[in-house]
Nanobody, 123 residues
């Protein structure tokens, strides 16, 4: 059983930065794809960024391109989402997700989820 715990959310002014962390149980990075999703009130959960196992492929959604960066530290079993130049529309609950081998960009592609961390960006 994989357990994921997010941290690092909070309240920040527009233009500010936050770094989210996702601590994973066990050494899963070599064979699991890890991703970040977000969900705003009344909206569907949407893809933000992915770090794919095997080839270390990374990708961020166009809506955060140039502002968000995904990374991971295998020694610490931790994945990060560095968020810069935050906008009010980035306000959402951010979730960490994991699934074995290569996974896609849809929530249903992932088997394990964290509890979420709230990010609020004020204008």
């Amino acid at each position: 059983q994989v357990q994921l715990v997010e941290s690092g959310g909070g309240l920040v002014q527009a233009g500010g930065s936050l770094r989210l962390s996702c601590a994973a149980s066990g050494h899963i990075f070599s064979s699991y794809t890890m991703a970040w999703f977000r969900q705003a009130p009344g909206k569907e959960r949407e893809f933000v960024a992915v770090f794919r196992s095997g080839d270390s492929f990374t990708h961020v959604d166009d809506s955060v391109e140039g502002r968000f960066t995904i990374s991971r530290d295998s020694a610490k079993n931790t994945m990060y989402l560095q968020m810069n130049s935050l906008k009010p529309e980035d306000t959402a609950t951010y979730y960490c997700a994991a699934g074995p081998y290569n996974r896609g960009f849809r929530p249903r592609d992932y088997d394990y989820w964290g509890q979420g961390t709230q990010v609020t960006v004020s204008s």
